[in-house]
């Protein structure tokens, strides 16, 4: 058997191993049905479910007209935990809870056709090695992965913040490249395209990480957007000349046909 499929049974083997989902003979499975059924009876179409990042979740089609706060208040078992549902599914999907899906793209509309609900809020989602030796030994360093769609910050090596983000669309990507912070400024006015760009840290001209819109989907003209509020906090934890890298890696992913809702 060639490696990487050697390699992809065996990280199936642990992930599996780590959820309890073993044979009906042995341990019990964790029972996703009630949250099923509530999303079937909603109307809500599952597509698929699978694991991202150490959470099992369940994809969902997107109605025209929802939005993941109309979403959770929908559904009984989010709204009984309204708040922290539906901030671990804006993390998740790196979305505004509060964009709604329009049938043509507006501003501050949501993008995505399909949403992962995690099903179990209290696994935190590992995108990013708690401890990276790979790293250059700085107090402070940027990981921007524009493939799995999130930024960690590094203090020494070890992992102490993770930001959900959108980088560039298609035709104006965001370049792979190392980089320091140039500079820093609360309130910034892009002139190039026109629009606010609120804790902005200028990493290579014309590219900033700063807070944006975060849609569902790789939205920018090439530049980092997070959430305003996590722009703020990473604007206060770097200073000018703090190292940071692009860089592009596959969604850490296992995708079963309505594996958890059948």
Same mark, same amino acid.
């Given at each position: 058997?060639?490696?990487?499929?050697?390699?992809?049974?065996?990280?199936?083997?642990?992930?599996?191993?780590?959820?309890?989902?073993?044979? *009906?003979?042995?341990?019990?499975?964790?029972?996703?049905?009630?949250?099923?059924?509530?999303?079937?009876?909603?109307?809500?179409?599952?597509?698929?479910?699978?694991?991202?990042?150490?959470?099992?979740?369940?994809?969902?089609?997107?109605?025209?007209?929802?939005? +993941?706060?109309?979403?959770?208040?929908?559904?009984?078992?989010?709204?009984?935990?309204?708040?922290?549902?539906?901030?671990?599914?804006?993390?998740?999907?790196?979305?505004?809870?509060?964009?709604?899906?329009?049938?043509?793209?507006?501003?501050?509309?949501?993008?995505?056709?399909?949403?992962?609900?995690?099903?179990? %809020?209290?696994?935190?989602?590992?995108?990013?090695?708690?401890?990276?030796?790979?790293?250059?030994?700085?107090?402070?360093?940027?990981? +921007?992965?524009?493939?799995?769609?999130?930024?960690?910050?590094?203090?020494?090596?070890? %992992?102490?913040?993770?930001?959900?983000?959108?980088?560039?669309?298609?035709?104006?990507?965001?370049?792979?490249?190392?980089?320091?912070?140039?500079?820093?400024?609360?309130?910034?006015?892009?002139?190039?395209?026109?629009?606010?760009?609120?804790?902005?840290? %200028?990493?290579?001209?014309?590219?900033?990480?700063?807070?944006?819109?975060?849609?569902?989907?790789?939205?920018?003209?090439?530049?980092?957007?997070?959430?305003?509020?996590?722009?703020?906090?990473?604007?206060?934890?770097?200073?000018?000349?703090?190292?940071? *890298?692009?860089?592009?890696?596959?969604?850490?992913?296992?995708?079963?046909?309505?594996?958890?809702?059948?």
């Amino acid at each position: 058997m060639p490696r990487l499929g050697l390699a992809l049974l065996i990280w199936v083997a642990v992930c599996l191993g780590l959820f309890g989902f073993h044979s *009906r003979a042995g341990a019990t499975e964790p029972d996703y049905s009630p949250l099923c059924r509530e999303l079937a009876k909603s109307g809500l179409e599952i597509l698929n479910s699978g694991i991202a990042y150490g959470v099992p979740y369940v994809e969902i089609k997107v109605p025209l007209g929802s939005s +993941v706060t109309s979403i959770c208040r929908r559904l009984p078992s989010l709204r009984a935990d309204f708040t922290r549902c539906r901030n671990r599914i804006a993390f998740f999907n790196a979305l505004n809870p509060l964009y709604i899906k329009t049938s043509t793209g507006e501003p501050f509309s949501l993008e995505a056709d399909t949403l992962k609900i995690p099903l179990d %809020l209290n696994i935190v989602p590992e995108v990013f090695p708690a401890y990276d030796a790979s790293l250059p030994s700085d107090d402070k360093f940027i990981l +921007v992965d524009i493939g799995k769609g999130f930024l960690a910050l590094y203090a020494w090596g070890q %992992l102490h913040r993770v930001f959900p983000v959108s980088g560039g669309r298609p035709e104006k990507q965001t370049p792979l490249i190392s980089f320091t912070v140039k500079k820093k400024y609360q309130e910034h006015w892009s002139n190039i395209y026109d629009t606010w760009m609120p804790w902005a840290l %200028l990493i290579k001209l014309p590219y900033y990480i700063h807070g944006g819109v975060l849609p569902g989907k790789s939205d920018s003209a090439g530049c980092i957007r997070l959430f305003p509020e996590d722009a703020e906090e990473l604007y206060n934890l770097v200073e000018i000349g703090t190292p940071g *890298r692009i860089i592009q890696t596959p969604k850490l992913e296992l995708t079963y046909p309505a594996f958890f809702c059948r």
